[in-house]
C-alpha cells in the first residue's frame, strides 16, 4: 500500500526536482513533459494536485513561462474536459500579468483557446471576473493583457454583465499608461465585432475617435495601432455611418504630425479603401491617396507607392480613368523622378501594372515614357523591378516599343557587381526570352546567357544551367543543337576545372530535355573523356552524371560506354571517386 502511494507521488517528486534545477534547459524541458506527467497522474489529480502546484510556485526564466503558457491551452483533456477547464484560469491568470510581453501574449491566447471550451455558464462565472480581475490589477502588464480577453466572452454573458464589460474596455482606453491604451487600440477592432451596433456607435466609436488623437505624452504609437482598429469598425457600418462618425478621424491620420502614422494609413490603404466603399473613396480619399504619394517622409511615399496598383484596380471599372487620369497619373509623374531609391523601387514593382487598366493608347501615351525612365535609373532594384514585370506591358502594348531600351538595361544587370542582382537578372531571361522572341534572343541576349556559364560565382553558374534548360523548353530542340548545345560541350575542353565541372551541371538539366538520341550522339562522349580529368573533383561527377543519364539511355550505350567508363573510375584512387562509380554502377545494373 506504501509502495503505491509512494509511485503515485513519484510524477510530482520529479516534477518539483526538475523545476528546481539550476540548469534552464533541465527546467524547460521538464515544463515540455507536463502532458505526460498530467497523463500519469490522471484528471483528478491534476486539477487538485498539479494545477494549484502549477499556479502557486512558477517563478522562473521567461522562456520556461512561455512553454508553460503554451502547454496550458493544450490541457482541457488531461483535466477532464470542458467542465473542469476553469480550473485552468488561475496559473494562466498570473502567466498573463508577468513583465515579459511574449509571456503574456502567448497566456491571453491560450486563456483565449480555453474560452472557446467553456459553457456560457462557465464564462459568466469563472472567465468574465478573471477579466474584471485583470482589468483592476495594479501593475500594467495586466491590464494590457485584459484588453484581449473582452471580444472572448462579451457574447456569452448576460445584457447587464455586457455593460460592465463595456465600461471595463472604456476604461482601459482611457487609462493613463499608454502600454494600456496601445493595448486596448491594438483589440478594439476584436471588440468591436462583438459588439451590438447601437453600443458600437454610442460607445466604442467615441473612445477609437480618442484614441486616434491621442495626444497625452504626443503617443503616436496609440494613433498608428487605431488606425487598424477604425479599419475593421468601418467594414461594420453603413457609407453614410461612416462618412459621418469615422472620417473626420482617416483624414487626420493621413494628415497626422507623426510621419509613422501616415505610414501605417498608406500601408492599409487598401483595406480602409475595401471597408469604405466606393462613393468614399471617389470623393474622398483619392485626394488623401495622392497626398500620401507626395509625403515628405520618403517611407510614406514608398508604402502609398507600392499600393498604387492594387488602389487602381479596386476602383470600379467606370471611374478608373475618371479618377487616374487627373489624380494618380500627374503623382506617379513626379515620383518616377523621386531622389529617394526605395520610392523608385517601390514604384517601379507596380507600375506596369497599371497597363491592363489603363489601356493601349494611354500606356503609349502616358505609361511608355516613364518606363523607359525607370529602365535607365541609376539603381539595380528600380531597373530589375521594371524588367520584372515586362508581361504586363507585353499583353498590353507588346513589348518591342521597350526592347532597344531594355537590352542597355538587362546587359547593365547582367554584368553588375552584385552577384544577387545577375542572379535576379538570370531567373528573368526565360520570361524575356519568350517575350523578344528567338531573333533578338539570339542575336542580342544569347551570348550574356553563355557567358553567366564561367562566371565567377557558384550560384550563378548553376542558375545559368537551369535556365538553359527553361530556354529549351520556349525555343525547342532544334534551336538547342544548333545554338547552345555544341557551345556547352565545348566548356569540357576548358583549362579551367570548375568551367569543366559546369559542363556537367548542363547536361544534367539538359538531359532532362533532350531527346536520348542526342544524349548518346553529343554528350556521352563528353561525359566519357571527363572520366580521365586530372581532378577528382571533376570525375566523380562524372560518375554522378552519368547515374543521372543512365535511365534514358538504351541498353547498347550502357553495356558499351557508360558501364566501361565507370568501372575504370571505380578504380580510381580518390575514394570519393571510387564511391560515387560505385553508386552508379549499382543503378546501371
Given amino acids: 500500500m506504501a509502495n503505491a502511494e509512494e509511485d503515485s507521488l513519484y510524477p510530482i517528486a520529479v516534477l518539483i526536482d526538475e523545476l528546481r534545477n539550476e540548469d534552464v534547459q533541465l527546467r524547460l524541458n521538464s ?52 467542465e473542469h477547464a476553469s480550473c485552468l484560469l488561475p496559473p494562466l491568470e498570473n502567466l498573463a500579468t508577468v513583465e515579459e510581453t511574449v509571456v503574456r501574449e502567448k497566456a491571453t491566447e491560450s486563456l483565449k483557446m480555453i474560452a472557446a471550451e467553456h459553457s456560457p455558464a462557465d464564462i459568466e462565472k469563472h472567465f468574465a471576473p478573471l477579466v474584471k480581475r485583470l482589468s483592476q490589477g495594479e501593475w500594467f502588464t495586466s491590464r494590457t493583457s485584459a484588453c484581449g480577453l473582452y471580444a472572448v466572452c462579451y457574447p456569452h454573458v448576460s445584457i447587464s454583465l455586457k455593460q460592465e464589460l463595456r465600461l471595463g474596455f472604456t476604461r482601459l482606453s482611457t487609462d493613463d499608461t499608454p502600454m ?108 488623401h491617396f495622392c497626398g500620401l504619394l507626395k509625403d515628405v517622409e520618403a517611407e510614406v511615399r514608398a508604402s502609398a507607392a507600392a499600393k498604387i496598383k492594387d488602389f487602381c484596380l479596386n476602383l470600379p471599372a467606370d471611374i478608373q480613368e475618371e479618377v487616374m487620369m487627373p489624380n494618380v497619373l500627374p503623382a506617379v509623374k513626379e515620383l518616377v523622378c523621386d531622389a529617394n531609391q526605395h520610392v523608385k523601387a517601390a514604384l517601379a514593382s507596380v507600375i506596369m501594372g497599371l497597363s491592363p487598366i489603363m489601356g493601349k493608347d494611354n500606356t503609349v501615351q502616358h505609361l511608355l515614357p516613364l518606363f523607359l525612365i525607370l529602365l535607365k535609373d541609376e539603381h539595380s532594384d528600380v531597373r530589375l523591378n521594371i524588367i520584372s514585370n515586362l508581361d504586363s506591358v507585353n499583353k498590353v502594348i507588346g513589348i518591342h516599343q521597350l526592347s532597344q531600351s531594355l537590352l542597355p538595361a538587362i546587359v547593365e ?26 531573333e533578338f534572343f539570339d542575336e542580342k541576349l544569347n551570348s550574356l546567357c553563355m557567358s553567366w556559364l564561367v562566371d565567377g560565382v557558384f550560384a550563378i553558374r548553376s542558375a545559368a544551367t537551369s535556365n538553359l534548360k527553361r530556354l529549351v523548353a520556349i525555343f525547342g530542340m532544334e534551336w538547342a543543337q544548333n545554338t547552345i548545345i555544341t557551345k556547352v560541350l565545348s566548356m569540357a575542353r576548358d583549362p579551367n576545372y570548375l568551367h569543366r565541372m559546369t559542363t556537367l551541371f548542363a547536361i544534367n538539366v539538359l538531359a532532362e530535355v533532350c531527346p536520348p538520341d542526342v544524349i548518346t550522339k553529343f554528350m556521352v562522349p563528353v561525359i566519357s573523356n571527363l572520366a580521365n580529368d586530372p581532378v577528382p573533383n571533376v570525375r566523380f561527377n562524372v560518375a554522378k552524371t552519368m547515374a543521372k543519364i543512365t535511365p534514358v539511355l538504351d541498353s547498347g550505350t550502357i553495356e558499351g560506354q557508360v558501364k566501361p567508363c565507370l568501372r575504370r573510375l571505380n578504380g580510381d584512387d580518390d575514394h570519393d571517386v571510387k564511391y560515387f562509380a560505385s553508386e552508379a554502377l549499382v543503378l546501371c545494373n
Fill in 180 to 287: 494600456v491604451r496601445r493595448a486596448a487600440a491594438s483589440k478594439m477592432g476584436e471588440f468591436a465585432k462583438v459588439v451590438e451596433v447601437e453600443h458600437l456607435k454610442s460607445e466604442l466609436i467615441p473612445l477609437f475617435t480618442n484614441l486616434a488623437n491621442d495626444e497625452q505624452f504626443s503617443q503616436d504609437s496609440v494613433r498608428l495601432l487605431a488606425v487598424e482598429a477604425g479599419i475593421t469598425i468601418a467594414g461594420l457600418l453603413s457609407e453614410s455611418d461612416i462618412e459621418q462618425m469615422l472620417l473626420p478621424t482617416f483624414r487626420s491620420a493621413a494628415a497626422d504630425k507623426s510621419w509613422r502614422v501616415r505610414f501605417m494609413i498608406a500601408d492599409k490603404f487598401i483595406e480602409l479603401q475595401k471597408a469604405v466603399g466606393r462613393t468614399i473613396t471617389k470623393n474622398h480619399l483619392v485626394f
Fill in 413 to 438: 544587370l547582367a554584368e553588375d557587381p552584385k552577384w544577387r542582382v545577375r542572379l535576379a537578372i538570370i531567373e528573368h531571361m526565360p520570361l524575356l526570352a519568350e517575350q523578344l522572341g528567338v
Fill in 31 to 82: 515544463i515540455k513533459k507536463l502532458s505526460t506527467i498530467a497523463l500519469a497522474l490522471g484528471v483528478e489529480r491534476t486539477r487538485t494536485e498539479l494545477i494549484p502546484f502549477l499556479t502557486d510556485t512558477i517563478e522562473d526564466e521567461d522562456e520556461v513561462l512561455w512553454a508553460l503558457a503554451e502547454q496550458l491551452g493544450h490541457f482541457i483533456p488531461l483535466v477532464g474536459g470542458p
